[in-house]
Structures are given as C-alpha cells and as structure tokens.
C-alpha cells in the first residue's frame, strides 16, 4: 500500500512569514510523529499523536509550532512567523499503537531566507 | 536520561568487505532498538527492530544487528558491503520514560561504501 506521503517536498519562504507542512500517514496506522532534522544532525521529536488522546507536545521548541491532526489521519505542522533557524527538514512518520516502528514520509525541506 | 549514541561520524569501507555501523545506548529498563537508512533526499526507511529474542537480529537488505546489553551496544552489520549501501545511517531506541511511542535518534553515521 501507499507509504506515508508529505507535501510540500521543499518550501522557500521568508522570515515573518508563516508555513504549513502536510502529512498523509499510511492508512490504519492510528499513532502520527513530526520530528526535525537539521543539517548535520539527528532527528529532534517535535510532537506526537495517538488516536484521539490529547497529544504530546513536549518537544515543539517554541510556541511558533503547532501541529493538529483531523479525523485521526492527515496532520498539518504548522511554523508562525519563521525565523531562518527553522530551517530543515521536517519528516512525519506514522505506526500501529504497537510494535512502534515508525515510517517515514519523504520529508519537507524548509528553507527561511 | 536516555540517550543514544553513535559514535563515528562516517564509516568508509571497501565493496565486498564486512562492515559495522556502532551504536550504544542508554535506557531504564529493556531497550527497544531500531536502525534506520536515509537515503540522499530521502526520508527514514526501517532496517530493523530488537525487542526480544535472539540477541541476533535480521532485517532489509542483508544487514543484521547484534544486541550486547552488557556492553549496552547495538551495532549493526553486514558481511559483504555495496557501493548502494552508501547512505546514512541512525540508531534509535524507544523513549521508555515519555510516553513509550516515542523514538530517541542518535546522530547518525554516514557509510561511504567505495569501489
């Protein structure tokens, strides 16, 4: 079946300006993450959602970011007013409540002029 | 705290030859272990997962994993190398403290596999 898609796969903006990334998860999969990855370095979590309970926001670094997932399937990561350190690729990933290997959607790469 | 770590920042190893991606971690209680491949302008694909069993662990590709917790290390291999192999390479473990969904990453490795 058809892997977790994301969109738009890259996105110039400038700074001030606000961005929205999109996510479609492979079908039945009930758990959706957004994580960061900057040049150079690893996957940093930013959030988390599990069916319908109330989601994990522990890692969204600054009240800029915010995320919401409809229906319980597609998820829109939402950045206000970017500032050129927002600058990187932000993947989505989707699993089943459990065994939790995640999959991973081709990324969005963010770029903040 | 939890953490993961990979130690090299790039692995360089001839085709045909063995290789090995090193990872250690850090967790309460039994880790659950994930190795990722990113391709150039790709997202994460799976490789392969330990959450119990056999300490030897075999996913996509031909690559395998061995798990060592007393040396708290999941180190990934695979006994002939290609030059498609080239690409880089995470260890993640489960986040067993925040939610048990979540995946901590270490770094990464870049594996240049040459001719």
């Known amino acids: 079946g058809a892997g977790v898609s994301q969109s738009p796969s890259n996105k110039v903006t400038e700074k001030g300006k606000d961005v929205e990334l999109r996510c479609d998860p492979i079908?039945?999969?009930?758990?959706l993450y957004w994580y960061r990855q900057s040049l150079g370095q690893g996957l940093e979590f930013l959030i988390y959602?599990?069916?319908?309970?109330?989601?994990?926001k522990s890692g969204l670094p600054s009240d800029r970011f915010s995320a919401e997932r409809t229906g319980g399937s597609v998820s829109t990561l939402t950045i206000q007013r970017t500032q050129q350190e927002d600058s990187a690729v932000y993947l989505c990933?989707?699993?089943?409540?459990?065994?939790?290997?995640?999959?991973f959607g081709p990324g969005t790469r963010l770029t903040v002029l | 705290a939890q953490s993961v770590a990979q130690p090299e920042d790039q692995v360089n190893v001839a085709e045909g030859n063995p290789l090995t991606v090193k990872c250690t971690y850090s967790?309460?209680?039994?880790?659950?272990l994930f190795w990722y491949v990113q391709y150039p302008n790709r997202g994460l694909q799976f490789l392969l997962k330990?959450?119990?069993?056999?300490?030897l662990v075999k996913g996509s590709y031909g690559f395998e994993a061995e798990f060592n917790k007393s040396q708290t290390s999941f180190h990934l291999k695979k006994p002939s190398a290609l030059v498609s192999d080239s690409a880089l390479y995470f260890c993640?473990?489960?986040?067993?403290?925040?939610?048990?969904?979540?995946?901590?990453f270490g770094a990464g490795t870049r594996l240049a596999v040459h001719p």
């Open positions: 990933a989707s699993s089943l409540r459990t065994p939790p290997a995640q999959y």
């Open positions: 079908s039945g999969h009930t758990a």
């Open positions: 959602f599990q069916g319908n309970s109330a989601p994990d």
């Open positions: 967790v309460s209680g039994n880790p659950y």
């Open positions: 330990y959450i119990t069993g056999d300490n």
């Open positions: 993640a473990v489960r986040d067993e403290e925040g939610g048990y969904n979540k995946l901590i």
